[in-house]
């Protein structure tokens, strides 16, 4: 890892996850604030509170699902890399103790 990248990591530079996490806490707060100050019955403010929070619950299970999927994929990409980096060294191993055992005899 160069050392630009070392500290860019360092720094909290997490790209896109950061901004995504500011944006929707942003919005939600927005939207909260939004609900608080409207000229609305206290009946229909808890209302649109309930169906707020329901829908930023969905969001987040929804993101939330989308990211274990992602890493759950790239795991498994790893073990397959794995077991095909085992294989080739298995079959080098092979190919030395063959060679080995000829010039032995």
Excluded: H
């Excluded at 990211?67 to 095909?84: C, K, L, P």
Aim: glycine share 12%.
């Amino acid at each position: 890892m160069r050392a630009s990248e070392m500290n860019g990591s360092m720094n909290g530079g997490g790209g896109g996850s950061t901004f995504v996490v500011g944006l929707l806490c942003g919005a939600a707060v927005g939207a909260a604030l939004g609900l608080l100050f409207a000229p609305k019955p206290g009946s229909a403010l808890r209302d649109d509170l309930r169906k707020s929070a329901d829908d930023w619950s969905q969001k987040a299970k929804q993101l939330y699902n989308g990211a274990a999927q992602t890493v759950t994929e790239i795991a498994d990409q790893g073990v397959q890399a794995m077991n095909q980096a085992s294989d080739m060294a298995n079959q080098a191993a092979d190919r030395v103790r063959s060679r080995s055992s000829r010039v032995q005899a």
